[in-house]
């Protein structure tokens, strides 16, 4: 399984982004697939994710405020941000787990600065 995120950038607080993570390979049987993120100094957490099908989880940081969504085809997952906060800046990681393995996709930067 190869992932590819795109749509970080800069944004000022209050200001939205889009993520997206496409997945290609072996997508059939993935059975988590959302974003962790990494801020400077701190471990990588969830933001948000599927699981199980059709359930889904937020961060209780992001609760509100994001909105995970995906395709039909269940290969790409989008991440939808509103309302950012300067302490939602972070690298954002995709992530999918097919098999109890994991896969990360490459990381993309989200500022959030004025």
């Known amino acids: 399984v190869q992932l590819q995120a795109s749509g970080g950038g800069l944004v000022q607080p209050g200001g939205s982004l889009r993520l997206s993570c496409a997945a290609s390979?072996?997508?059939?049987?993935?059975?988590?697939m959302g974003w962790y993120r990494q801020a400077p100094g701190k471990q990588r957490e969830l933001v948000a994710e599927?699981?199980?099908?059709?359930?889904?989880r937020y961060a209780d940081s992001v609760k509100g405020r994001f909105t995970l969504s995906r395709n039909n085809a269940r290969d790409t997952v989008y991440l939808q941000m509103n309302s950012l906060k300067p302490e939602d800046t972070a690298v954002y990681y995709c992530?999918?787990?097919?098999?109890?393995?994991?896969?990360w996709g490459q990381g993309t930067q989200v500022t959030v600065s004025s």
């Open positions: 992530y999918a787990q097919r098999y109890s393995y994991d896969y």
């Open positions: 599927f699981f199980g099908g059709v359930r889904l």
């Open positions: 390979g072996s997508v059939f049987s993935i059975n988590v």
